[in-house]
Each structure stands twice: as C-alpha cells, then as structure tokens.
C-alpha cells in the first residue's frame, strides 16, 4: 500500500526524492479520511516553503484541510490535472496525483521523515485512537 | 462512524457523492433511528400541540403529517419538527437526536392540558427510503398501495411483514418514505430493504449525505440555519408559522417581530469561484462582518458551491452579489432563490 522508497510525515504527507528534487503529495489514509475530495488549491511555481509550512488546501464534500510540506524548498512544478479531476487524490494519491514537486533546500533532511514501515505502524495507532 | 446527538452513526458507506448522487436519480436508504419520537394523547393533544409548535396542526387531516417548529416563548425554536395526526386524540411528533430530551420537558411543562406525554424515542426505529425508486422498491415488500399515500401523509401497515407507520415525508428533496417500526425488526427490515432495492441501485445512505441531500433541497438542520435564537420570519419559514391560530409560545413576539420588521434574514448563495463558503465562515459587506454561514458546502448534483446565510433584509435580494471570507481572503457569492434544488415534477 505504502510505497518504500517514500517518506511521510504525521500529517499523512508523502515525499519522494530524486535526486535534487522530491514530489510531495498526500496518503492513501488522509484521502480516506477527507473523503471525496472535490477542489486543490495549490501555491504558484517559485513558492519558497519551509519544513512544515502549509502549502495549500485540500476541500472534500464534508471539510477542508490544510496540506504541510515535508521539507524546506521551491515549488518547481504543480501537478495541473487537478485542477479538473481533484478526485485524482482520491483514486491514486501516491502516483498520479502528486501536487508539488520542490527543489530541495537539503537532500538529506527527508530522510529524517517516517519510512513506510514507521508510517504504517503510525497510522495503525491513529485507527485504534478513532475507534476508542 | 462519528457521534451524532450520542448516537454512534456512518458519516459514510461507499462516498457522500456516490450516495447523493444515487438519492437523486435511484434511490437511497438511510438509517434515521436517532430521530426522536414524543408521543401526545387524551382529550387535550391537540390543545398542547397547538400551544407549543406555531403551524396550524387544527388543519391537519387523519392520516397528514405537516412541518413546524416546536417554539420556546421568545418565538425562536426549540426545535423543529414534523407532526403527525394518528387521531383526533393522538399526534405523534419526530424530532430531532440531540433535542429530544429538551423537547420532552418544554412541552411537559407547558401540558396544562392533562395530555399525555411520552417520551416513545425507544420504542421507534427509523429508516427513510428516498429518491425517484423509493416507491417501486418499497411496494415489493408491503400490501399498502404506497400510490394512495399523498405527499405528507402517512398511514399503517406491514412491510416485510413488519408493523409500520410508514409516511411520505422526507428531508433530501426527493420523493421518498420515511418508516417507523419496533426497534427489534430494524435489522430485517434493512436487510430485506437493501434486497429490494439492489437491483434498483439502491445505496445504504450515512449523515454526510443526509446533510448534502438538505442543504440542496434548502431545508434548515437545527443548530445550523434556526436555533433558540432564530424566528421562522428570519428563517423564511414564514409558511410554518400560523398566526391566525395564536396565541401559541411566542405569538406576541412574533407579531411584533412582524410589525417591526427583520434585523437579519436567512439567504440561499452560489458561490462564484472554486473556493468552498463553509459552515460559520463569515459574511463581509465593505470588508465587515454582517452575519455569517449557517451550512454551506458542495451542491454535488447541481455541481455548485452553495451555502446559506443570515444578512441584514437589504443584502437579501436575490441577485445580490456577497462576500464569503474564506481563510483570510474574500470570495464573492450570489445571493440565488431557495431551494437550490427542486426535482422534476
């Protein structure tokens, strides 16, 4: 479910580093629990973001939440297919629907983020808080 | 499963449009057992029935149920709820979860009339059937010729050989029943309910639809568009609010609110951008706030953003263009005619 070669964060954002650059998006578990997503808002090409700075909104049927970057960097890119099929988010968050891709202010600081692994052992705990 | 009113309920089956989508154009099935039910007797019922909710239940016939609200002596609601006329002697009433211990009380305090009141949420479950099939997939499981029951009437019979007060009523906008039984058969019923209804496209409904599916069809939800601080005037429920039959809790302040005139309005608006004007988000006029969003959110058949508000009467025009402050920036909304959405006749 996971992919392992990302890294996530508490706020059930993803990053996938390559090289200088990462693509952020946002989990398989915070799509569930937005439920239909139905509008992105993103920020502009050239943003300078810091670790843990919202970046965006992400509005389903029922709230809005805001999006938190994983690591410090400039927005090179936004994903343009969502702005007509927000619903991407909702059938595949860890591909297809990326929303940024950044240039790294450091390559390694992801690494200190939760691998897969971590990051399910995470969410489990998360499921058990819900249903208690 | 979030907790609504103390009651464990889904938010959610397969998806709040997918189920939106289905109440609108097949059909859907919501499990509405947390509804309260306050059942009125004796002599005196309707003397009581009358003296507390402000629509007119004297005009009600046999076997008719009508809309009203429950009214505390400021003329603002203690709820709002849907009457029913069982017989001359005998009115069941369906009220909301969260309010139903409340509403018990206020109208056990005001029973000078020697009625007698009780307090029958436990002896009622509650499913609504709804959308353009509701009354195909129903017919399969009872006797009753659902074509003979008119819209806000109800009447008693078996369906799947359980004994029900079934209803034409709803709260999503589109033709539908809403069933009440002994809490013992629900399990049945649901299940021979989403049998029926499979092959129809049917889908089991949770809350988040319910709210969409209202919010559409511009109905208020207690604690969102009226409350103990909100009159039927302001809340355009005038058509509930009967004053030739006052007095009744709060006619006098109502009559005056009447003459004086409204200080605030409850408005339908689109918005007209991307940007979503959401529950309690406020409404600017000149860059200060004026009043605020009561419920507001995705319209996911009509493809829209929409919302309601209250405002001061001269923002209310329809036509009018408002603005929704959505996290610190200003989005303009189009005050447009209430209900958003109505189905085809």
Redesign the interface.
Known sequence: MYPKDYRYTKEHEWIKVDGANGTIGVTHYAQHELGDVVFVEMPKVGAQLKARQSFGTIESVKAVSEIFSPVAGEVIETNPALADAPELINKDPHGGAWLIKVRLADRKEASALMDAAAYEAYIAGQAKEHSA | MVNFGGWDMP??YS???AEHEAVRTRAGLFDVSHMGEIEIRGPGALGLVQLVSCNNAAKLALGQAHYSGLMTSRGTFVDDLLVHKISDTHYMLCVNAGNQDQDYQHIVEHNKFDAQVENAGPRYCQLAIQGPRAKDILQRLTPVALDSIRYYHFTFGKASGVDCLIARTGYTGEDGFEIYFAPEHAAKLWGDLMQAGGPAGMLPCGL?ARN?LRLEAGMCLYGHEIDDTTTPWEAGLGWICKMEKAPFLGSDVLAQQKRDGLTRKLVGFEMLD???G?DGYPVLIGGKEVGRVTSG??A?FLRKNIGMAYVPPEFSTVGMDIVIGI?GQGETARIVALPFYKRPQ
């Open positions: 938010l959610e998806g709040i449009l988040g969409t991307k940007r979503i959401r959110g995705p996911p996290r």
